[in-house]
């Protein structure tokens, strides 16, 4: 049972570049989000998907895009990545009442240059 | 939307000793608050959670206590060990399942 799963580990992109963050999980999950973290601001919510079919704005959403492919995958793009984009990116899912905690994927640190 | 805020920012402590992690909250419609443990350069784990129709919870050496009236939410930690080290975010749950986290607590166990 693999969890969530995303894709690169790491990655360096020039400014200007695009690219799209994957995001795979397992559990039959309906809820995904993808957040990101800096250093002294902790977890912040750039998109999430309450249930498939469905995408909403966070609270730093300016700059990315999002696809829910299906009930497993979440991606993230970014269209024209800036430097003020470098940061962890990760991934979560939930079963989708909110009683119950998200599980995270493993991150991917991105590095625009 | 919420705003969770987490005090201290750093909290070291002597191996053996206990820690507690104090968060606020401001929604009072919040009914779901998870506590989460970050190790360096990994993913953040969900180690304890409480609902909002109970005061408190226990997991071995964690515990989590609730009050609603105040608003706030506080983390645990007796006999404190090494591998406690750590980044210790809380979070409250609030519209459409979303959960809103604090800022972190960096939890330095000295031996």
């Known amino acids: 049972n693999a969890g969530v799963t995303q894709t690169p580990k790491f990655q360096v992109l020039k400014t200007g570049q695009s690219m799209t963050l994957q995001c795979a999980q397992d559990?039959?999950?309906?809820?995904m989000y993808w957040y990101r973290q800096d250093p002294g601001m902790g977890l912040r919510l750039i998109y999430y998907?309450?249930?498939?079919?469905?995408?909403d704005k966070g609270e730093v959403p300016n700059g990315y895009n999002v696809s829910r492919l299906n009930k497993r995958e979440f991606s993230l793009r970014l269209e024209s990545a800036a430097p003020s984009q470098t940061s962890v990116y990760f991934c979560?899912?939930?079963?989708?009442?909110?009683?119950?905690?998200?599980?995270f994927g493993s991150g991917t640190r991105l590095t625009v240059v | 939307g919420e705003n969770v805020e987490q005090h201290p920012s750093t909290l070291s402590v002597q191996e053996g000793d206990s820690a507690v992690i104090k968060c606020t909250y401001s929604?009072?419609?919040?009914?779901?608050f998870p506590w989460y443990k970050q190790e360096l350069g990994k993913r953040p784990q969900l180690i304890i959670d409480?609902?909002?129709?109970?005061g408190e919870k226990k997991d071995q050496r964690i515990a989590v206590t609730l009050n609603k009236t105040a608003k706030h939410f506080s983390l645990h930690i007796t006999e404190t060990q090494p591998e406690d080290s750590a980044v210790y975010f809380c979070?409250?749950?609030?519209?459409?399942?979303?959960?809103?986290f604090g800022k972190g607590n960096q939890v330095v166990v000295i031996p």
């Open positions: 979560a899912s939930s079963e989708g009442t909110g009683l119950y905690g998200y599980t």
């Open positions: 559990m039959n999950h309906n809820s």
């Open positions: 998907s309450a249930s498939e079919g469905t995408t």
């Open positions: 929604d009072s419609a919040s009914n779901y």
């Open positions: 409480i609902r909002s129709n109970v």
């Open positions: 979070a409250a749950r609030y519209g459409n399942n979303r959960l809103a």
